[in-house]
């Protein structure tokens, strides 16, 4: 429990940041410091030192609030010759026990992700304790000189290094917020990028690293999504075509197109999304991992927004005969991201079903089915936006049925869900939740004006806010 209340990690001085920043906001009655964060980089230039300006004044105000000093005080240079500074006399970089006595109770710092197991009390949102995360920073410190040790050209420690990197980011997508991850998705890319552009690959070693560039540009592609950018997840996921053309890999070919088609779906662009599916299945060829079942239910989707339901239908049955003909590939040995399980394919097929309105029973049906796949769900194969949007579906289809009341139930762990996991995937399927609400907001009483109320404050804070 101690090791919550040290505010030298970020994680953890972001939670008391934000906190802060909330409690001001009331005492101040100024909702404009309310959801006010700070960025990863930010805080490290604060800790550090490194600071050449003042912070904006809100975040000045939040920071004398929570330290007791002014700004300036707090940022300005350590005494040298001194061991440890006081907090009066000038750094964030403080021991943690000078702050302690300050921290909120650990309880509250942390929020188990929805449907998932809860955190254990003696880790941070993040899903790491301080001493796990020096690991973690020490082994990427480890890799990039391993990387340059090796000289003249890469040797399989840092190929097998990078390589356990980008699995684990894989596995971790689905299970933690984007703030957790996103430093080390960027550093990866940034690694792999110069490894390649030093040209001190081998052949079979270049095509290894293009695959891994492939892989990491497209969760950066997702990561640009998940924060509501649509033109950076593109640019992201174009240089991860570019890389899996290189790496000659007809399963990442498609896969990229795959992602495509979920970017152009929920950007309002179904047409698009069809296309680009189209694309991924004729990229696939003779590939039978999973990749092949997301294709399918992705062309599922799109077409259920453009109310195609006999193109709707016929995708979900290419889904199901891929299911049944599947065989795991490369791709999906690295597992989380990379994978599309069964509750995956029922959450598709509910949201096609739901959003193409022609049977609100059958969409009811469904969506109970794919909730409880997530419920039921193996640590490998669940993912709380999934889960987020299934729990959406139930509720839209109860929407569409008159039962406002067991729409609100469906859809009350998804307004439960913190700011770092509101992605603009889940912020945009609740918002449908409210434009199906308005569509019916004479007969859905007091209660969907409640549920309609709560949407509005759910959706007025999505993940963005908390990466400056």
Known sequence: MTLQRHWQVYETFRLRFEAMANSVAEQENDPRLRGLSVSKRQFERWYGGAVKTRPYPDQCRVLEAMFGVCVDQLLAPAPTGSAVAPATA???AVPPSRLGPA??????ATAPLAGGPPNSETRSDAGTTEMERQVVMAARRALRFAAMAEGSSIGPETLGQIHDEVRRLTVAYPKLALPALLGDLVEVQDLTFQL??????????????YLLASITSGMLAKA?????NPSA???QARTAFVCADNADHHAMRAWVRSLQSLISYWAGRPGEAVDYAALGQNAAGD???TTSIWLACLSARAHSLLGDGEATRTAIRQAENARDAVELDDL?????????PVPRQ?????EATVQLGEDAVLGETQSVTAVAAYQDASEEEWAFGDEAGAQTDLALARIARGEVEGAAEAVRPVLDLPIEQRNFGIVSSAQRAHAALNAGARRNGIVGVDLRQEIEAFTATPTSVLVR
């Open 287 to 289: 590939v039978r991992g």
């Open 196 to 209: 390649l552009e030093h040209g001190r690959a081998k052949p079979a070693q270049a095509r290894e690293l």
């Open 332 to 340: 999906d040995d690295f597992g989380g991201i990379m994978t599309f």
């Open 90 to 92: 000038g750094t964030l």
């Open 224 to 228: 640009s999504h998940d924060l509501g």
């Open 346 to 350: 029922l959450y598709y097929v509910a």
């Open 233 to 235: 997840a593109m640019m």
């Open 103 to 108: 921290c909120l109770p650990p309880e509250k």
